[in-house]
């Protein structure tokens, strides 16, 4: 074998192989120190992409779990104060019954007219000022889409619960208050067949029919409620017209003050009472609709996350196995590196000799 003094190849081939051997225990102890197997694109560009698309789907659907928790808790909101709207509403339905009947005398139709007349009031106040966060205003019909003015141009809401911008569920937030429902009331053509929905005094229909089923509250209201604007200049109810006068300034409430009066209102109440319920109804379904999203997005992300933990985290045993091998084999370089590099010193005893 021939001794050279210049190019010592064994030192430089056991330092090749110690610095791959080092190079390995480096990532091995990168790896096991931060728990994942890829901590660059160098150690896989693919898995580092897919790991991130999940991480993105995994994040988004975590979101998209509290938002479903925080719309639940808006219906929740909503709904509670719709309760006691009904509750009210069918109090005043059951004076109105009182009140038709023909055993009362104008002193006792005004004693029910009082009753009525503060239940409307607080009816409109619940509407106003029920709020979510002390900002959103459920009940008032200012929740929904705005147009640039600001105005609303629906009363639909919608709850981001998925990972992507169009994965949402909806829910309607109508005009509750008092005066909502009459105007929704008013809308409705089988209200009553023979009466019409008029504010202040009525005009007489063609079958010479009028009652006067709404009257003001302005005399009596010092709460600084918002007044109710009636939308329609006039009602359709039993295939006649009936001109219905608009006033923005006072607030409204339903007329028990005669027999006429009182049965109309019936028919108009049970109009009021069929809104409230169906958007508590809705409400409800909304709310076991986005239950059933959370749990559904709960078991996507516990197996996304398992998938992108096989992808993306270190299996321990295995890597711990890999850095004891490339300890040893460090170790063992490092020793052939010591003994290649006194190889030269064999040359200088030939010399001597």
């Given at each position: 074998?021939?001794?050279?003094?210049?190019?010592?190849?064994?030192?430089?081939?056991?330092?090749?192989?110690?610095?791959?051997?080092?190079?390995?225990?480096?990532?091995?102890?990168?790896?096991?120190?931060?728990?994942?197997?890829?901590?660059?694109?160098?150690?896989?560009?693919?898995?580092?992409?897919?790991?991130?698309?999940?991480?993105?789907?995994?994040?988004?659907?975590?979101?998209?779990?509290?938002?479903?928790?925080?719309?639940?808790?808006?219906?929740?909101?909503?709904?509670g104060a719709t309760e006691e709207i009904t509750n009210m509403l069918q109090r005043i339905r059951t004076l109105a019954l009182q009140s038709a009947n023909g055993t009362n005398a104008e002193s006792e139709r005004k004693a029910i007219q009082e009753e009525a007349d503060q239940l409307t009031?607080?009816?409109?106040?619940?509407?106003?000022?029920?709020?979510?966060?002390?900002t959103l205003?459920?009940?008032?019909?200012?929740?929904?889409?705005?147009?640039?003015?600001?105005?609303?141009?629906?009363n639909y809401v919608s709850f981001q619960v998925g990972s992507h911008s169009d994965q949402t569920v909806t829910a309607e937030f109508a005009d509750l208050t008092f005066g909502g429902l009459i105007n929704y009331a008013v809308g409705?053509?089988?209200?009553?067949?023979?009466?019409?929905?008029?504010?202040?005094?009525?005009?007489?229909?063609?079958?010479?029919?009028?009652?006067?089923?709404?009257?003001?509250?302005?005399?009596?209201?010092k709460d600084g409620l918002?007044?109710?604007?009636?939308?329609?200049?006039?009602?359709?109810?039993?295939?006649?017209d009936a001109a219905l006068a608009k006033d923005s300034s006072q607030k409204l409430a339903l007329s028990l003050s005669t027999h006429e009066n009182a049965e109309a209102a019936i028919k108009v109440l049970d109009v009021m009472i069929r809104r409230v319920d169906s958007q508590r109804a809705q409400w409800g379904a909304v709310q076991n609709r986005l239950t059933s999203?959370?749990?559904?997005?709960?078991?996507?992300?516990?197996?996304v996350s398992d998938a992108k933990s096989r992808i993306q985290d270190v299996d321990f045993a295995s890597e711990t196995a890999?850095?004891?091998?490339?300890?040893?084999?460090?170790?063992a370089a490092a020793a052939v590196l010591s003994q290649a590099n006194n190889a030269s010193q064999i040359a200088l005893s030939l010399l001597q000799g």
């Open positions: 074998m021939a001794i050279f003094v210049n190019t010592n190849t064994s030192s430089l081939r056991a330092q090749n192989a110690l610095s791959k051997a080092t190079d390995k225990l480096r990532d091995s102890y990168s790896k096991l120190s931060s728990g994942k197997r890829i901590n660059s694109a160098k150690d896989d560009a693919a898995g580092l992409q897919i790991a991130s698309r999940m991480t993105s789907q995994i994040n988004g659907l975590s979101q998209g779990n509290r938002n479903a928790n925080d719309g639940i808790s808006m219906c929740q909101t909503a709904e009031l607080e009816i409109q106040r619940i509407g106003e000022q029920t709020s979510f966060g002390g205003h459920l009940l008032n019909g200012s929740m929904g889409a705005k147009d640039k003015d600001g105005k609303v141009t629906d409705q053509t089988d209200v009553a067949s023979k009466h019409q929905i008029a504010f202040g005094k009525s005009a007489a229909l063609k079958d010479g029919t009028q009652t006067a089923v709404l009257k003001s509250l302005a005399d009596i209201d918002t007044g109710t604007k009636v939308t329609s200049d006039k009602i359709t109810l039993g295939g006649a999203t959370i749990s559904n997005q709960s078991n996507t992300i516990t197996n890999n850095m004891t091998s490339q300890n040893v084999i460090q170790q």
